[in-house]
């Protein structure tokens, strides 16, 4: 299988630190992981089932779209790969490791069980989340920002459909590759570089998580959704997104002592969130908050 390369997004209001070349993490206090869309062909099932062999997390969050209900009504792909990390992961749960799953709107269905318990995995809608060094954290999938984002829909539409037919593209292009030895290549993460649209929309979305958390008096923002991994400071608020692993194949780790790092499926260390943002002072949510009910989940 061609070897995903990892290049993070560029951005002037990001404040995250570059990681060593090839710094390597220790002890995971809690790994965060979301969009791995299990039911299609574009899981990188394989690759993030070899960092939950190499990573040991205390805590794992799956944060939406583990399962893309969406892609299978259509088209279900769950090969030995993709059987096999479910295993895994319920392994994980059975043999201590705290799993708690928030669907996302690709696995909305499963919203319905949020305050369950199955097979030792606790699903629930969000979750705040308290670091090692005290940063308590918003985490949520975060398609309920979808309304903040002032893209026009028939755009959002054709993106949506566009995105699907470049995965296609990339199967085919990185098949190519593979047989004359080149690493992977993301296709569609280029292409979404390259779109000064979805840059905007990326650039809101963050705004808009970022303006929740800081709503609900908390320290920053955990979650996926836009297969854009990084991470942004303002105003003392915090933004992270784990990635993805059709296209990026990231994860966001906690280790021991609460820094925060941006990996990839080896367990390498990509990019660090800065160190420097002090935990808030807990406040009482305010009225504007965003709930799941208002985003219409």
């Avoid at 305050?115 to 975060?142: F, P, Q, W």
């Avoid at 499926?265 to 807990?282: C, D, F, T």
Wanted: proline share 5%.
């Amino acid at each position: 299988m061609p070897v995903p390369h990892f290049a993070p997004p560029s951005s002037p209001a990001s404040s995250a630190e570059a990681a060593p070349r090839h710094a390597s993490l220790g002890q995971v206090r809690t790994l965060f992981i979301s969009d791995v869309h299990l039911g299609t062909p574009d899981c990188q099932a394989a690759l993030l089932a070899k960092l939950l062999r190499r990573v040991r997390p205390e805590r794992l969050y799956l944060v939406g779209d583990i399962v893309d209900l969406l892609a299978m009504r259509k088209r279900a792909v769950l090969d030995k790969d993709q059987q096999a990390l479910v295993a895994r992961v319920l392994r994980l749960a059975r043999s201590g490791c705290e799993v708690i799953y928030i669907p996302g709107n690709h696995d909305a269905a499963f919203r319905r069980l949020c305050g369950l318990k199955l097979h030792n995995v606790s699903i629930e809608r969000r979750a705040i989340h308290t670091t090692g060094s005290g940063r308590r954290l918003l985490v949520s999938h975060g398609d309920e920002f979808d309304t903040h984002v002032r893209i026009a829909p028939w755009l959002l539409t054709l993106g949506d459909g566009m995105h699907g037919f470049i995965l296609s593209l990339n199967r085919w292009c990185n098949r190519a590759r593979g047989m004359f030895g080149l690493p992977y290549w993301s296709l569609a993460s280029a292409l979404k570089r390259r779109s000064g649209v979805a840059q905007r929309y990326v650039a809101q979305f963050e705004e808009a998580a970022m303006r929740q958390a800081r709503l609900e008096g908390l320290d920053g923002y955990v979650g996926g959704h836009i297969h854009q991994a990084g991470f942004r400071v303002e105003d003392g608020v915090l933004y992270c997104n784990d990635g993805d692993w059709v296209e990026h194949c990231t994860a966001l780790a906690e280790d021991g002592d609460g820094a925060l790092h941006l990996i990839d499926w080896q367990g390498q260390i990509l990019e660090s969130a800065p160190r420097h943002v002090m935990p808030r002072q807990a406040v009482p949510p305010a009225t504007e908050a965003v709930t799941p009910e208002m985003a219409g989940a």
